[in-house]
């Protein structure tokens, strides 16, 4: 792990600080596979306690801050929560508090949620932090399915759906029940082509203007990744409707 971490101490209530180090170790040796090392940000990076009542990710010039809003020993909760800040620490982007395209980043940030909640449940059943603890694995999946199979984050038609309510994403990046349908419906594909996630490295290059359509922003994006990820970027715009 090329990424110097400082988890501090004595903030997480009944949880013992070696425990959630093992969790957040977790969740960054699984979502660190996704990636592209040689395009990960040079940074430090602190967890910690929220003192407001929702986690997020304080990006400064050397290191990125991430605050939890959880404590004792509810690892799932733990799970969800830094590998949605950790993909925000990956990407490594800048948005003005009114951007355009912010949305998207946070729909992308909770399907990291999701796909290593499952894959954290993968492999805890067969090699767990500690031995006592596979019988987590089932409970880091079942957080995960309470989002993929909540009826309300599906819609049927999704290309539809996300063309009629592109200017309620444009004002407000933090609608979590549009970036719930847009990360449910990323899920499987995502899930199971890791070499997608190499293409959002390249979000933090994109030139947004203020009136950016979505087709020119994939087709931005297009120019920016490298040609062996051609497939995946095409597959991305098929997701999209574009």
């Not at 209530?13 to 425990?19: I, K, M, P, R, V």
């Not at 948005?95 to 998207?104: D, M």
């Not at 499952?118 to 999946?141: C, G, I, T, V």
């Not at 070499?195 to 994006?221: A, C, F, G, P, R």
Request: glycine share 2%; net charge negative; with cysteine.
């Amino acid at each position: 792990m090329s990424t110097n971490l400082c988890v501090c101490p004595n903030v997480w209530g009944d949880a013992n600080d070696e425990n959630v180090k093992a969790v957040i170790h977790s969740c960054i040796e699984i979502e660190y596979s996704w990636f592209c090392q040689e395009q990960m940000p040079n940074k430090d990076l602190i967890v910690t306690q929220s003192p407001n009542e929702y986690p997020w990710i304080c990006k400064q010039q050397d290191k990125n801050i991430i605050f939890l809003h959880t404590r004792d020993r509810y690892w799932s909760q733990y799970a969800y929560q830094f590998s949605h800040e950790l993909c925000h620490h990956v990407i490594d982007a800048e948005y003005c508090e009114k951007a355009r395209y912010g949305w998207f980043e946070e729909s992308i940030c909770e399907l990291a949620s999701l796909c290593c909640l499952y894959q954290m449940a993968d492999k805890w059943e067969m090699k767990p932090p500690y031995w006592n603890w596979q019988s987590y694995a089932s409970a880091l999946r079942e957080y995960a399915d309470e989002i993929i199979q909540n009826p309300s984050n599906h819609v049927d038609d999704f290309n539809k759906w996300l063309l009629s309510n592109l200017d309620t994403l444009y004002l407000d990046r933090y609608n979590r029940h549009f970036n719930s349908i847009i990360a449910v419906h990323l899920f499987p594909t995502f899930n199971e082509h890791h070499q997608m996630w190499k293409v959002m490295q390249y979000l933090n290059k994109i030139e947004i203007s203020v009136d950016m359509t979505l087709n020119e922003y994939l087709n931005n994006l297009s120019t920016i990744v490298p040609l062996e990820l051609e497939l995946e970027m095409n597959r991305l715009k098929e997701l999209l409707g574009c």
